[in-house]
């Protein structure tokens, strides 16, 4: 196993996916912080920005450019979307075996039409797609140079409903609610994100099919089954900071028992370190993988609606995002996979 | 229209239920509040259990009984789902013309079958439904001596779902996933309800269709259309006091525009004085409705997922309950059905 | 007592305060709501910023601005500070007879030093302070043809104090500890209010001294007491919508029981129709007083530190703001001072 | 420094207390963690009552008593207050060299009468008191064999405070207003804290010396300073699940600036590594502070009211009492004394 340092620079130090990068990056046993780039905020101290982040407080930002980032063994990307695609280029012609790994969305998706329909602008190319719990992706991600982490959404409703599809036992006619705390909204100041908007209030948006990460989650169960999969994803606001809970169903493919469908997740996941289907009967809530790189999910089948139901929770910000970039740098770097994750969270 | 002054009790004046019935009936121009009973709170005064009903504060609680509950023109049940049976079976012995409105479950429910599968205990019997934007069943209730007023989950999943079942545009093969505040869980303590569990959390229970209001939705929906129904119901429980937002969606039966199904649901509730199809586009939120009898709706077509995706929001405890409540109590009473009730929620 | 209709103008209809008079006019028997105007926002329909005000969603919001505001028997103005100055200037030069209420700080200091230091412009003037609860203050509000509504924290935190100082009871040199919901820091975005940050969070501000209501609360007990009264004030941010729980101690003056403190405390308010003196032993909290009116309150002794101590609830967008400007309203022309006031909140 | 692994048991390892306890253990990498008990819930699996403590999901709680704890090289005990003495008391029986860290209150106070006023039963004794920043008091945790760790409040009032009082700066009459997460209240199921209760409100408990942890700050500060101290201290329930801000005062002893108040507080705390004083302007927040062992100050003199004005924020479950534990069982077993913990908070 590698155990040498390495030294990361994080662009979009600002924001939530980087802050969260950095808290996990400070628990990293073999990481060195190098540079903290960021957009409007460059110039300031982090600790302005980051109040948590007190190891870094007097690091002062600069702007996110192939300059300020060059020179480091890996570069992690937490930009708006569209803006590593361009970054990345110029960061590929420098030829120096940089490892960039984005959090953002541009090198998700494989089919530049799905790109353009839903982000409006070319399409700047696929990368190995993090989710190493997907069959045969820890393999491909292993000392790859580039890596693109999954959307929140996608990582929990995929890992939710992964089992099932790729056993067969549902069509895939998947309908996907999915209550998201605001973080995943970004830091941008928007009225309707305002604390006194949130809190005490769910509301529903991207609805019908209009959400980015749609063909995302479409993408990821494609891979698992022979022909169409189609995916009616809602996603809720709902009044916390962090947490994704999915609530993820599809029909009977034909007769399953809740019991089969427990031991298929049990089985499919059994040698992950970061998924755990939970005892039979008990539910995930997102506040159990709060801070943690953990997925708690459940299943069973509801025999007179005649379909499959599970739920799966993850932390946005840590597995949905940060903590997914994480356990890809070690995948990338050689490191154990879960070096500086937590599979706890911080309940209550 | 009535406007005599009319005495009305309540039962289960301690509870969630019974405490916002009496916030509504104390700006309510034509009731008089008369006996306030409780099981085991009987014998404190009001202002220790509900501190913001400052006006009844002295009031002492007396044992729920029929003989406290004689003697009034109207008595309102906020009681445990199977306690309203028995107790209604004495008030009806009393003969004196009150008109029972019952909270609970007990009275829902037409399928004996479906009540002893659910609730565990002899079925009580059936009373008229209290959803009057229901087709017919304003006239059922104008005048009733007996309302069972209908679950929270139900009121604002059947609502959503109604002119799309009712008009064809889809097949009756649902999903709900359904996100409500806590209070809908009562006020009994219990550790999972304790606010450093629910704060930062959002789970789903009675999953699988094991939730009580599933047969109550079918029972409504099957209504509304020939052949069978069948409805996939996931309760959430998120970070909130009050207020429940429902996604649903089925299946598209045939061909149909977003414009038509939204056309379809305008011209149903053209004229409900409190269904509020919100302009195209904006979706619900259960702020814009908490404390208020509104029920805000939006519906759009997926086509790619080749389904219709419709949301509802109400206040659990208002419009699902207590606000309903008073709503059937003017029908019954004759008074305008808008009496002491407002269409206008308390936000941000 | 006047029962005539009035047309009032709501200037900033589209932030909270300007929502929540609204909320509160929509209720109010004897207004017609004119003219809507707004800042930035002018041109948009009042449903999409307002979703709750259902009754109005198709109002399109005007420019603030004398002309738009002509005509009108009442002209509420729910403005930046700063702005209510200029725009009160035009609207008297209109010689019309208008009533003009002012829910910004403008004309609330008496000394402009004070006005000037805390917020940087020149001093518009003294209108009468809308707090009808303070010796002889009602009066003066009865006929007014303009009246500055006070501020949300300096309501809460005089009535909390003002019958102990009135009284004699402590020295006049009081600490005073409030705790907010965030609509008091209004509906602009900025990224420290936005639901990420202030859920799962306290924060102080302002600490020092440095807020703006420190002078108002100071000018308020001064009005009560001979000799130099001075005020130490920190507000905090709390993760809640709306609500202000205050409090307030000052060292005792002489021997003073809990029991006389108490007696002095219902006797001072004893005619009050909002104001409510909990029963002993039970202390306020902000949830039993949202979307009302209603101040509740609670004092005792410390006799070990040598303290009263005394606690006081109030929403601060209802008492605290809109409430108090229906309130005044209602004074200034005559109506009973409760007219479309709830003294009861919504809780849970 | 001390390398070997120790076996810690947990007393009370499904509350709160305990469940925090355990996920800092399970990152602690000298120790292995031995039996796990409880009170009425012996007998059930650990991961029904603490789902985020997967490691541990399938460990059956005991009874706790001094045979389940005996054989453990430390023994923590989160047990209600009142519990430990006669526990303690069977373990020192045991003459095993067992360390014992109590986080309950039974031997932090060392004046007999104040136990017995506010806890109403007989003073088991007086441990070392677990609070390493006071001064000399490292020392006394080195090696020690039992250590009582402070009170959440006291522990956020007396850092807050401390360096003002121990130089001086201010007269020891102090008023401290301290806004807790509900966690502090422990995870015993009663109406009051409920979720319902507790979202979207605050309120006031304790007012007027009432609360159990007056007499502990006043013992911390008295050690501090000659002469007598007094503290009014009100302790306020905000609605998230961790943390607490304490918001101290009090009269200046003499001219001193803001700056040099600053200079007092960066000195006194210099070689601290989990208290950090926040950049001059900023001031805490409990959220930075969440999951982690950190408290962050700051400090400011506000002229006109004569007054020096502090504020510290500490998570209660860490620092306040799960992360202090942990560190003094480092400084008792001679690890680092940071080992296992994070000065990092869990943000946003």
Redesign the interface.
Known sequence: MHMERVKVAVAGASG?AG?EVL?LL??HPFVEIGALTAGSNAGE?L??L??????L?ERVLEETSVETLAGHDVVVLGLPHGQSGPLAAQLGDLDDGVVVIDCGADFRLTDPADWERFYGSPHAGTWPYGLPELPGQRERLAGAKRVAVPGCYPTVSTLTLAPAVAAGLVQP?V?V?A?S???G?G?A???H?????????????G???AHRH?PEITQNLGGLTDGPV?????P?L??????I?A?C?APLAGPVT?EEAYATYVKAYADEPFV?V??PG???????????N?V?L?V????????L?A?G?VDNLAKGTAGAAVQCLNLALGYDETTGL???????
Chains 1, 2, 3, 4 share one sequence.
């Open positions: 939530y802050g808290r400070l628990a101290k600790g302005s980051q109040p948590h982040l007190t190891p407080a006619d309908v609610v209550a705390g605001t973080s909204a830091k100041a928007k009225p994100l305002l604390g006194s908007e949130v809190m005490g209030n769910v509301s529903a948006y609805v019908g099919g749609t189609r995916v009616s994803f809602t809720l709902v009044p916390m900071p962090r947490g809970l609530t169903s809740a755990h939970l005892p008990q539910w995930p809530q997102t506040k159990s993988v709060v801070g943690s953990a708690h459940q069973t089948v509801d025999e007179v609606a005649g379909r139901v739920v929770a937590s599979a706890v969270g911080v309940a209550p």
